[in-house]
T-cell receptor
C-alpha cells in the first residue's frame, strides 16, 4: 500500500496561468476528496467523487476550478487563470465507501501564485 | 452547518509535561470525531478517532473521549516528547458523503 500520492509537490506559477494537479488515491478506495488549506487554517472541503461521479462541490470551488476523475481512479484538479488568492496547499484524500471510515490524506501540492 | 472549535496555539510545553488541547463541535446527528496531526513538511495523518458517544480513541499515548453531553473531544497526553511537536487538527464528519470539517489547528511545540 503506497498511500495517497500527489503530483507535483510544489508549483510556482504566474498570475493568469493555468495549473493542473494530480492525485492517485489508495487503490481500493472508491471515494476521493479535494481540500484546500491556507496558512494557519484547517483544510476546507472543495469537492468529492465517488468512483468517477463528482457528487458535491463546495461554494469555494469557483468556475475557474474544475476536477475530474476519469475511470474512477486518479483525479485531476485544474485551476484556470490563477489568482494570488489561489495560493494554498491543495490536499487530496481517499476513503472507502462503507461506514464512516477515516480519510487518508496525501502530502499535498503547495501552489504559489506570483 | 457543522463546525469545530479548538484552542488557539501555539502551545509550548516542556518535555514530559501534560498536554490538553480542547476541542468542541457543532454537528447534526451523530458525527464521527477525529484528531489529525501534521508534522512539519508532511501531510495530515490520522492520530485517533471515536465514532460514538463515550468512545475513547487512543494512539501513541494520546487519548480523546467523545463527550456528547458537552459536544467535546479534548486531546490529552500524559507526557509529551520533543517528537510530538506538530500541528493538531480536531475534525468531524457527519454528512452522507463523509465530508470532513476541520478546526483551525493547534500548533504544539515541545522544548527539551
Amino acid at each position: 500500500d503506497t498511500g495517497v500520492s500527489q503530483d507535483p509537490r510544489h508549483k510556482i506559477t504566474k498570475r493568469g496561468q493555468n495549473v493542473t494537479f494530480r492525485c492517485d488515491p489508495i487503490s481500493e478506495h472508491n471515494r476521493l476528496y479535494w481540500y484546500r488549506q491556507t496558512l494557519g487554517q484547517g483544510p476546507e472541503f472543495l469537492t468529492y467523487f465517488q468512483n468517477e461521479a463528482q457528487l458535491e462541490k463546495s461554494r469555494l470551488l469557483s468556475d475557474r476550478f474544475s476536477a475530474e476523475r476519469p475511470k474512477g481512479s486518479f483525479s485531476t484538479l485544474e485551476i484556470q487563470r490563477t489568482e494570488q488568492g489561489d495560493s494554498a496547499m491543495y490536499l487530496c484524500a481517499s476513503s472507502q465507501v462503507e461506514g464512516r471510515d477515516e480519510q487518508y490524506f496525501g502530502p499535498g501540492t503547495r501552489l504559489t501564485v506570483t | 452547518g457543522d463546525s469545530v472549535t479548538q484552542m488557539e496555539g501555539p502551545v509550548t510545553l516542556s518535555e514530559e509535561a501534560f498536554l490538553t488541547i480542547n476541542c468542541t463541535y457543532t454537528a447534526t446527528g451523530y458525527p464521527s470525531l477525529f484528531w489529525y496531526v501534521q508534522y512539519p513538511g508532511e501531510g495530515l495523518q490520522l492520530l485517533l478517532k471515536a465514532t460514538k458517544a463515550d468512545d475513547k480513541g487512543s494512539n501513541k499515548g494520546f487519548e480523546a473521549t467523545y463527550r456528547k453531553e458537552t459536544t467535546s473531544f479534548h486531546l490529552e497526553k500524559g507526557s509529551v516528547q520533543v517528537s510530538d511537536s506538530a500541528v493538531y487538527f480536531c475534525a468531524l464528519n457527519s454528512g452522507g458523503y463523509q465530508k470532513v470539517t476541520f478546526g483551525t489547528g493547534t500548533k504544539l511545540q515541545v522544548i527539551p
